[in-house]
């Protein structure tokens, strides 16, 4: 079959030390630190074999994610910009969705309990939980201690099939009344996750009425955009400075945007909110060390006390922050990553069906010869959000 793999050399920059977790030439929790000069391309692949939990799913939508445009993007000394779990070689993409069209013996559908069915529409979560360890017995299955990621560590959606554990799959039959192309919307609902995890079960959401600043109009930050207006928000601010992704923000529910490298920040978001501020900033830029002065200059100058900051963008970089501001203002900063668990992919599929459309941030429709070449698009392309490949 043909799928989409990364390589890259293994060269770990001088004083690093691998982890307890690393493993020597094939995996590490710190990529940026390890992986140099990688290369993307099509590749021929076997057909993945099936396992007794897993079902085969026959790709049918896959989104590129930034994750793997920082996979792929390097600084000027070869290292890749993406700072995470990662194994090379491995088949890219996690924002899928397909057809079942094969069943292991012990592949359950949890909303049934009874074994899936050969033409199940489905989505995936990214994340591969144990369910053994102590943070998935405490609940907290995104920070799994034996945690894979599909298209980072394992195999990815890029190809023509993929298996997976039966547990990571989602029906999408409930979007079936509302959207033409379920695959379509589909391979939007991990992405969207990743926003509702940091939205709402990290950051603690927001009551109708009160107001959030997104900094960032990627697809995070774009779908995070859509949630907390459909959970009520009076007004959704967006700093961004790109035109395309502006509008595109305003599609998706923003009220306002601000362009920060032409307007004051914090003087607009003054005069937007009558001084009151936001009770919930998310940093999706991936710059914390540009953004983070925005964020405490206004939780410190509004009126919003008790705001809460939540980092969902990756960065290695370190953010800089005065206590004094959080202390006074009673804020607090707490970081989101993935989206598995708390009900957050089943909340999402039902708000999807009820009317919740994230079909706008798909702005190029590619097939899968074409990802290579548009993962490094995506590298200086501001125009595109999200490019989707149909299989």
Sequence with gaps: ???????????????????????????????????????????????????????????????????????????????????????????LGHEFSGEII????????????????????????EMVWCGECKPCCDGYPNHCERLQEIGFSINGAFAEFISVPSKLCWSLKKLEDRYKDIYKIGSLVEPTSVAYNAVIERGG??????????LGAGPIGLAATKILKTAGAAMVIVSEPEEHRADLAKKMGADYVINPSKENFVEQLKELTDNDGAALYLEATGLPQVVTSDIQNSIWECKAVNSTVVIVARAEQNMPVCGEYFQVRRARIVGAQGHSGHGTFPNVISSMAAGMDMTPMITKQITLEEVPENIKLLQTDRENCKISAKL
């Design 205 to 214: 959401g927001i009551r109708p009425g009160e107001n959030a600043v997104i």
């Design 102 to 125: 094969e069943v292991g013996e012990r592949a359950i559908n949890k909303r049934t309990a009874k074994k899936y069915e050969p033409g199940e529409p489905v989505t995936v979560e």
């Design 1 to 91: 079959m043909k799928a989409v793999e990364i390589d890259a050399e293994w060269n770990p920059k001088p004083g690093f030390k691998l982890g307890s977790k690393d493993i020597e030439g094939k995996l590490t929790y710190l990529g940026s630190q390890v992986w140099r000069n990688p290369v993307a391309k099509l590749v021929d692949k076997e057909k993945p074999k099936l396992k007794s939990n897993e079902v085969l799913i026959k790709v049918k939508r896959c989104g590129i994610c930034g994750s793997d445009v920082h996979m792929n993007q390097t600084y000027d000394d070869g290292y890749i910009y993406y700072p995470g779990l990662t194994a090379f070689p491995v088949t």
